[in-house]
């Protein structure tokens, strides 16, 4: 058994004596892209504004939420509570993706820095090198463009791409599409997903998705559940996120948060987002989303 995991296994076994295991992500039967399931996808980027989607050359959002307990004890370097209670972030598409993330929390500033086979942290203002800090960071960063940017994410760049079975969530009926990507998300060679597409109006209800790019959550299932959407700039977007862990314990709730605000175009540069604090440009909070 992997080590992160084993790590895991006696909270699993207090919480789980006489269980079972819940539902992963269906190993996919080939490679390529099936036309069905690429069709189902292309209506759920439609769907959430591809066009305007495509417009944006930068992104400037701002988050708040809320950890939950026990997950922060099982996964410390992962979750980082004691800097990561908000933040504000940068995306540029632009000749990226380029990813800058200012979290704040009690102890300060962690400022990171993504780009593609890249990684840098600072916490208050000051370079970290710790492998598993940066590993952490980097599957955080690419996570969030992820959960943010919902179907866009996986236009590009899957291994193969599978139509699975029909599921419900929070009583919407829902097609699920089975994707791999390589390399995955974070320092990931490769990471399998779940996508959850609303039959009714083909938003992105749900993706769950594995995370092999950092050596404790190597062999963990989560997934992310998508609420309140807005449209802002042509683009419809989830404004409330929920994480829950689904292996090894499942349900285990991970994470509660908000997207607070959001602007987009302001034009950014990566100077303006590079090193260990935002420029003046950049530093200026998302516009509030109301």
Known sequence: MHPGLIRLLPIALLLLLGGCMSRGIPQAAGSGEQPAARAVLQKSAEAHGLAAFRQIDDLSVGYAGEWYGLVSKVQPILIDSDFRQGSQERIIFKGGPMIAQRHLGPKGSKQVIRRSGEVQVFYNDVPADDRDV???AALVADGYRMFLTGPFYFLDGNLSLEMGEDETVEGRPCTTLVAVRRPGHGLSAEDRYLLFIDTENHLLRRVR???????STQGAIAEVDFFDHKEIAGVTWPTRFYERLRKPIPSLPVHDWRLIGLDVNRGLSEADIAGPSF??????????IK
């Open 279 to 288: 420029s003046p440009k950049a530093a200026e909070a998302a516009r509030p």
């Open 209 to 215: 998705f594995t995370m092999e790019g950092l050596e």
């Open 134 to 136: 940066l590993a952490a």
